[in-house]
């Protein structure tokens, strides 16, 4: 059903992602260092998600401070909505931001179409307490207390679309979470050293597990090729001093341990110990 709702729009959404992506590349380097405060990649997870739960929890307290008014008679508490609410909808602002950075690296078709009616929801609903602030700020308490609530209920809808956004389409979750691959307590042969170029991302299989490997001289790194944020193909992407950036949505990643230098990936890059033993390379690992 949500997807069907969610398909209609998808050129609205597709051309939203287009507009934010637009922006961040028009800033340069400084867009790079924002984004990855709004993905969240120096915290490791989600920052959207974390902010979300001030939203939920600055309106639930709001909503209750309204109801033990409004039904229980309980007095002096107008003040007290009027500083929660107000909470809620600043951490609402922070958390629309942080999803437009989110949902830009969306996958098209229905990833993308679910993620934005989430979106487009949950900035209907924190409208909602922003009239409802007002409405408290002109004096119309009780007016305000069915607008909050109106909101309320909207966020309620738009955060259960996000649930759906994580776990079915486990967006924004690490690709390698279930599937770190074949584990190897010692060396295993993979490849001949001569199959390896010399300074160019190389795909080889590491049992059943596609590991890209870097040859620099007699220095090798090893990095699982399923990219860590939607599961790109790092052995595509570019090779800069000793990162990797992805060919998808170009997070970069530390060739050395996997640690991640650019979003939107939160999850290090799982990394395999790598070494050159007469013409063959072998892996170990992957290191935890
Ligand atoms: S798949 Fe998104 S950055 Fe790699």
């Known amino acids: 059903m949500l997807e069907r709702m969610a398909r209609p729009l998808a050129g609205l959404w597709n051309g939203a992602a287009s507009v934010i992506s637009g922006f961040y590349r028009a800033l340069g380097t400084p867009g790079k260092l924002l984004q990855d405060f709004m993905n969240g990649s120096w915290l490791g997870h989600s920052l959207h998600a974390v902010i979300v739960d001030v939203v939920i929890g600055g309106a639930t307290a709001a909503l209750l401070l309204d109801v033990l008014r409004i039904f229980f008679n309980v007095e002096g508490l107008d003040t007290a909505a009027i500083w929660v609410l107000g909470l809620a ?17 969306t996958g098209t078709g ?11 929801i949950n900035i209907v609903g ?34 259960y679309i996000g649930g759906h956004v994580v776990f079915k389409y486990g967006y924004m979750v690490n690709h390698n979470a279930f599937s770190r691959g074949k ?14 170029a010399e300074g160019a991302p190389t795909k ?71 070494r050159i033993n007469g013409d063959r390379v072998e892996l170990q690992g992957p290191h935890d």
């Not at 437009?100 to 690296?105: A, R, Y």
């Not at 602030?133 to 909101?151: E, K, M, S, V, Y």
């Not at 584990?183 to 390896?196: G, L, T």
């Not at 001093?241 to 949505?249: G, S």
Request: charged fraction near 15%; aromatic fraction near 10%.
């Open 110 to 120: 229905d990833e993308r179409n679910i993620t934005g009616l989430h979106g487009f």
């Open 183 to 196: 584990r190897a307590k010692e060396f295993v042969a993979v490849v001949s050293v001569a199959e390896v």
């Open 89 to 105: 909808w600043l951490a609402g602002v922070g958390a629309i931001l942080t999803g437009l950075t989110d949902f830009k690296d």
């Open 204 to 274: 080889v299989m590491f049992g059943s597990t596609a590991v890209m490997l870097v040859r620099r001289g007699d220095v090798v790194h090893a990095l699982k090729d399923t990219c860590s944020h939607a599961g790109g193909p790092l052995s595509g992407g570019e090779l800069r001093d000793d990162t990797i950036t992805c060919p998808w949505h170009f997070s970069t990643f530390r060739l050395s341990d996997g640690s991640v230098v650019h979003g939107p990936a939160g999850s290090r890059q799982v990394s395999y110990r790598a």
């Open 126 to 159: 924190n409208g909602g307490f922003a009239v409802s602030l007002l409405q408290r700020w002109n004096g119309n308490h009780d007016g305000a207390f069915w607008t909050l609530l109106i909101g309320y209920l909207l966020i309620s809808f738009g955060s």
